[in-house]
């Protein structure tokens, strides 16, 4: 629920919850070879596309894409392979909250907030 312009929902923020960048290197006579990201590492957008959502290392981080201000940070661990738990605060609200997260597909991250909100997020095209 949107109370105002600027201020984002538990979903909206969760949704931006789930971002990192890919890994690249450089081998010995070549050029960057770019390594596809394994589990949630990596960055995901939001349905609506106002947030985008970074996971790297245990660290979680959520920002918008208009301002680029964070709107949610904390980390993740791995519940099994497939599926994560995130902790954030959220930095609107200032409250801490916990996401459930299943990688439904490489592409594609289903998460339910603690509050049983349901939400997807869509991993930033580049990174499979």
């Known amino acids: 629920m949107t109370t105002g312009r600027g201020a984002f ?3 909206s923020i969760a949704t931006v919850l789930l971002l990192s960048a890919c890994a690249s290197s450089n081998g ?3 050029g960057p ?6 589990g949630v590492e ?3 957008v939001s349905a609506d596309g ?3 959502s970074r996971f790297s290392g245990g660290v979680f981080e959520t920002v918008a894409t208009d301002t680029g201000n964070k709107l949610a ?3 993740y661990s791995y519940i099994d392979a497939r599926t994560v738990q995130v902790t954030f605060v959220s930095r609107l609200r200032q409250t801490t909250d916990t ?3 299943a990688l439904a597909t490489q592409s594609q991250l289903n998460c339910t907030s603690s509050t049983g909100q349901q939400f ?3 991993r930033k095209v580049g990174q499979v």
């Open 9 to 11: 929902s538990v979903a």
């Open 28 to 30: 010995p006579g070549t």
């Open 33 to 38: 070879v770019t390594v596809a990201p394994t």
């Open 42 to 44: 990596g960055e995901w």
């Open 50 to 52: 106002v947030a985008v």
């Open 73 to 75: 940070d904390g980390n």
């Open 99 to 101: 996401v459930n997260c």
């Open 120 to 122: 997807i997020l869509t």
